[in-house]
Every structure is written in C-alpha cells, then in structure tokens.
C-alpha cells in the first residue's frame, strides 16, 4: 500500500529553535519523490522542498532541509532558526506510480506547528 | 502565469443543490489533480487526469461526485445533489513533473 504517515499532530517549539517534523512513507516503487508544504491559516498551499527517491543529497532549501533516511523510509522535514512566521500547517507528500503509469501525488495527515516568541 | 485558478472561491449552497467548482491549470501542465480538505479526513486525492484523461478516480466518495477535463485548460468537479458532509475546501492542483501547484481553494458550505 502507498501511503504517507505524520505521527505528530501538532507540535510547539521556541522562536529561534530548530525543528524536525517527521515523515514516513510507504511504497513498493523504486522511483518516487517527497514533498513538503507548507498551509498558513489563510488557506494556500505552498511547496518548501523536494526529494527525489534517486537523489543521493539531502534537499535544501534555504532554512529547510530535508532529511532523507531512505532504508527506513522517512522524509524527515528540518526547519532552521524557526521564525514566528513558521508557524502554519506542515504536510508532507509523496508521487507514486498510479494507474497507467501515470504519477499521483499523496499527502500525509500533516503537523500543525506553532511557534511561541 | 497566473497560476492554477479556483472559481468560486466560496459557494454557500442548500442541501440537494448542484454545485460545479472550476479550475483552469497551468498552460502547459499536463497533470491535474482534485483534492478535499476536511478536519477529519485531511487531504484526500479524489481524481486526476493525465493529458485530460482522468486516470484514477477511486477517491470519489460517491457517484454524487463527477469530474471532467474538456481541454487542456479547464477542469469541473460536480456535486449532484450536495449533502451538509460535503462541506469541505476543495483544491486543484496542476505540474508537469515537478512539485504541484495549487489553486486558492473553493470553500464550499451546504446547508
């Protein structure tokens, strides 16, 4: 079965702090890729970073970093120097094959994060 | 571009009403995916189509939901007739191969 698990539904953490918000997965494709986003309360989606399941480097992306432990299937998101403006809905997600070869993309139940100054 | 774009961005609406979201795709972007937002249940895929074929549509909760692709360029979901559980933000989302892009939302109310 393909599927996505965020076993933390919210967390707090101080201003300036580090953060890790964890991510598992599972799938039997050999080809496949990870996403995270971020949803602030005003509703948008934003995309953060992306790692593809061939990719031998973490992924970067200014203050996020994606921690890729691919034998133990986690997609780990790394938020540097956390900043009020950090604190939003997380959702970690995966693209898998579907039906006629053609990719779908899946979320995770997602991580609330709020920052306290 | 102007990005994947939702219309309405809200719809109130009476139980046992038809109500039709919209989205048009990014030009070029030959994937399009239809997601529900909901407390309880999060994000679930209901649909996507490939080039305008519709590839998977078993997240449809029941035959009350539909969708279509017309074109390249437009897309529908369709709700006959809508029930109060349908309440929910309903997302389209189009890439090529990359990460997806997002419309606003469509935050739909039945009453």
């Known amino acids: 079965a393909q599927k996505i698990t965020q076993t933390q539904p919210g967390m707090f953490v101080q201003e300036k702090e580090a953060v890790t918000l964890d991510c598992t997965y599972d799938t039997s494709d050999q080809s496949y890729g990870l996403f995270w986003y971020k949803q602030p309360s005003s509703g948008e989606m934003i995309f953060l970073i992306y790692q593809g399941s061939y990719d031998e480097q973490n992924a970067t992306e200014g203050r996020y970093s994606l921690n890729f432990q691919k034998a133990r299937k986690s997609a780990n998101l790394v938020i540097s120097a956390s900043q009020l403006g950090d604190s939003a809905m997380y959702f970690c997600a995966m693209r898998v094959s579907g039906y006629s070869s053609a990719s779908k993309i899946i979320f995770g139940s997602g991580t609330r994060l709020s920052i306290r100054p | 571009d102007a990005g994947v774009i939702q219309s309405p961005r809200h719809e109130v609406t009476e139980m046992g009403q038809e109500v039709t979201l919209r989205c048009k795709p990014i030009?070029?972007?030959?994937?399009l995916f239809w997601y529900r937002q909901t407390m309880m249940r999060g994000l679930e895929l209901l649909i996507y189509f490939n080039n305008n074929v519709p590839i998977d549509d078993s997240g449809m909760p029941e035959d009350r939901f539909s969708a279509k692709m017309p074109n390249a360029s437009f897309s529908t979901l369709k709700i006959q007739p809508s029930e109060p559980r349908d309440s929910a933000v309903y997302f389209c989302?189009?890439?090529?191969?990359?990460?997806?892009?997002f419309g606003e939302g469509s935050r739909l109310t039945v009453l």
């Open positions: 030009s070029g972007h030959d994937y």
């Open positions: 989302a189009s890439t090529l191969r990359g990460e997806l892009f």
